[in-house]
C-alpha cells in the first residue's frame, strides 16, 4: 500500500490569524532560512528515493521561482496552498478564486509543470464553503486534499477515506486528512502538530492499520520544522503550542517512517499519475516494523503516562484521600486497554512464530 507524502511549502509567518503584513513586505530578510529547511527536506526525500506532493503557498512561486523549480525537477508533484495562505472562510468566493487562479499561475510558471491539486491553508474547507470545490473543477483541479473529517473543524460529514464529491462542473477526488477514533472524536496523527505529539509507535501502528484495511494515509509536514532555528514570535497560546511544540521531533520522526513504509505523490496514489515501481517490496519493510525504534517509543509513552498515574496516586495517598484512590484504581483496571495490549502481544507472538 502506497501513502501520500506531502509538504505545505510555506513559511514560517504563513500563520492564520495573526498579523504577518510586516514579515510579507520583508520575506527576502526570512527567504535563507525556507531555502535552507527547504533543502533538508529534499535532501531526506532523495536518500529514501521517495517523491511527495509540495502544496506551495503561491506568493513563495512568485518571489523565489527557482527553488520551485528546484523542487519539480527532482521529480515531485507541485499544487497550489492558495496564493496569500488565506482560509476559505476567510474569503468571498470571488477573492478564492483570484487567489487560488493567482497560484496557481505563479507555481506552474516557476515549475513548468501543470497543477492539478489543492490544500486549503490550515484545513479550511467546511460545508457552508464547500463552493470551493466547484470552483476548483471548473478551473481543471482533479483533487482537493482539504477536508477534515473532525466535527470540530472541516465536519465529520467528510468520508474517512479518498472518495469522489459532485460539483457543478463534474466529479473531484477528495483526500481527507488520516484520523483514528478515539471515544466519541477521531484524532489526526500523520503530519504537523499532531504527529509531533502522537508517539512514534501509534502513528506507524496505525498508518499499517489503515494499510492493512486497504487505505492510503495522508502524510504532511511544513519545511519550518525542520529549522533547527525556528524564529520564535509573540503568538497566542494556542498558536504558540501548534507552532513549536516537539519541533526536534519532526526530522527523525518521517525518516523511520519513509524507511518502513512506502510514499508517493497525491496524484500517484489517487491513480492520476504514475506510481514509481521501484521501491523495496511491503514484505520487506514490514519486517523492519517491529524494532528498537519502536519499542523504544512504545516504553517511554507508557513510562510517561505511568508517571502521571503514580504522581496523582501518591499526592492522593498523601493527602490521604482514599476514596479518589480507590476510584482511580477501579478506572484504571475498567478503562485501561487490556484487550489492545494482549491484541499487541497476540500479533508480535505470531509474527515472531513466521519469522522463525
Ligand atoms: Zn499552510
Known amino acids: 500500500m502506497v501513502n501520500a507524502l506531502s509538504v505545505d511549502l510555506e513559511d514560517w509567518y504563513h500563520i492564520c490569524d495573526f498579523d504577518n503584513s510586516v514579515y510579507l513586505r520583508d520575506w527576502e530578510k526570512h527567504y535563507a532560512h525556507l531555502e535552507t529547511n527547504v533543502c533538508k527536506v529534499l535532501s531526506i526525500f532523495n536518500q529514501f528515493n521517495v517523491h511527495a ?4 503557498v503561491g506568493m513563495i512561486a512568485k518571489n523565489s521561482p527557482e527553488l520551485i523549480k528546484r523542487i519539480a525537477d527532482a521529480g515531485h508533484e507541485v499544487a497550489s496552498h492558495g496564493f496569500l495562505h488565506r482560509r476559505i472562510f476567510d474569503m468571498t468566493q470571488q477573492e478564492f478564486e483570484e487567489d487560488l487562479l493567482e497560484s496557481k499561475r505563479y507555481i506552474e510558471k516557476a515549475a513548468g509543470k501543470k497543477v492539478i491539486g489543492y490544500r486549503a491553508p490550515e484545513w479550511s474547507l467546511k460545508l457552508n464553503n464547500i463552493w470551493a470545490l466547484d470552483i476548483l473543477k471548473k478551473h481543471g483541479f482533479r483533487y482537493d486534499a482539504s477536508a477534515v473529517p473532525l466535527s470540530h473543524l472541516g465536519g465529520n460529514h467528510f468520508e474517512l477515506y479518498p472518495y469522489e464529491i459532485k460539483t457543478k462542473y463534474g466529479n473531484i477526488m477528495e483526500f481527507p486528512l488520516s484520523t483514528f ?12 502538530l499532531p504527529m509531533r505529539i502522537t508517539p512514534y509507535f501509534y502513528t506507524i501502528s496505525y498508518a499499517k492499520k489503515m494499510n492493512r484495511k486497504g487505505h492510503p494515509v495522508m502524510f504532511y509536514l511544513h519545511p519550518w520544522e525542520f529549522d533547527s532555528n525556528h524564529i520564535r514570535v509573540e503568538l497566542p497560546a494556542n498558536r504558540k503550542f501548534m507552532h513549536y511544540c516537539n519541533l526536534k521531533s519532526s526530522s527523525k520522526k518521517i525518516m523511520l517512517l519513509l524507511e518502513r513504509m512506502e510514499f508517493s505523490t497525491v496524484q500517484d496514489v489517487l491513480g492520476l499519475g504514475n506510481i514509481n515501481n521501484n521501491k523495496i517490496s511491503e514484505s520487506e519493510k514490514y519486517y523492519k516494523y517491529y524494532d528498537k525504534f519502536y519499542f523504544k517509543s512504545a516504553f517511554n ?9 503514580l504522581s496523582i496516586f501518591l499526592t492522593a495517598y498523601l493527602m490521604r484521600q482514599y476514596a479518589f484512590m480507590l476510584i482511580l484504581i477501579l478506572f484504571t483496571v475498567f478503562y485501561w486497554p487490556w484487550s489492545l495490549l494482549l ?3 497476540n500479533s508480535l507472538f505470531k509474527r515472531s512464530i513466521k519469522t522463525i
Open 343 to 345: 491484541k499487541k502481544i
Open 301 to 309: 509513552c507508557f513510562l510517561f503516562i505511568g508517571s502521571i498515574l
Open 53 to 56: 506532493t509540495f502544496f506551495i
Open 181 to 192: 477514533r478515539c471515544y466519541w472524536e477521531r484524532i489526526p496523527f500523520s503530519g504537523g
